[in-house]
């Protein structure tokens, strides 16, 4: 059995509930988990080691001045992807939080690939390992995630794109710890606000400042 196999195996989605609380709860929560691309070619993809909350009544989210067609997903349910497009070059993708009504949504900013490496490597060429997957744009080039993914059940194994619990959750977290806060990144509104977290151990986070926890 293939490593990705072997992963996919001992992959239980994490449930709907788990997304029902306010995104920078969820996004704490969802540090260590597997974000996993089932592909034709077999499943890639590895642990959130960085999460962005964006949350209800917040001028840096998409929701924020009523729903679209661009951001609809975002009003629910939870455990749905969120996919956009970024700058006219970038694909993020985000899981969906709150009971459908209230728009808010985590920013999956980095993963740290534990299967189908390869595959990942052949959509995205990269010289140093850790640039693979080390920020949203990244990622979802090297997980091939796009518009195709908005709204997919992120709560079902047979998903196209789905998150799912790792077993190893508190070794992976002892390893790759302690969690550290900042303020999110890449925006103008709102920036100072406290709801970027990540993993300081973990060599795939795209930019390290802020206080640990």
């Known amino acids: 059995m293939s490593r990705a196999k072997s992963f996919i195996t001992v992959a239980a989605p994490l ?36 999460a962005e909350a964006y949350l209800k009544d917040d001028p840096a989210a998409h929701a924020f001045n009523g729903e679209t067609a661009r951001n609809r997903v975002m009003w629910g349910p939870p455990g749905r992807a969120y996919v956009y497009f970024i700058y006219g070059n970038h694909w993020c993708v985000n899981a969906v939080c709150q009971p459908a009504g209230i728009a808010e949504a985590v920013l999956i900013r980095a993963i740290e690939p534990v299967m189908g490496v390869e595959l990942m490597r052949a959509r995205r060429s990269v010289s140093r390992e850790h640039d693979l997957t080390n920020g949203p744009g990244k990622l979802c080039a090297a997980m091939d995630i796009d518009r195709d993914m908005n709204g997919v059940d992120l709560c079902d ?57």
Do not use: Q
């Open 15 to 50: 449930p709907a509930a788990f997304y029902r609380p306010s995104a920078d709860v969820v996004a704490r929560a969802l540090l260590g988990h597997w974000l996993i691309r089932n592909t034709p070619d077999g499943p890639c993809g590895g642990a959130i080691v960085e």
């Open 157 to 213: 194994a047979k998903s196209p794109l789905f998150i799912a619990r790792n077993p190893r959750l508190k070794s992976f977290m002892h390893e790759r710890g302690p969690m550290t806060t900042t303020p999110r990144i890449g925006i103008t509104k709102a920036s100072a606000l406290p709801l970027r977290f990540y993993l300081a151990g973990s060599p795939f986070v795209s930019r390290k400042t802020g206080r640990k926890k």
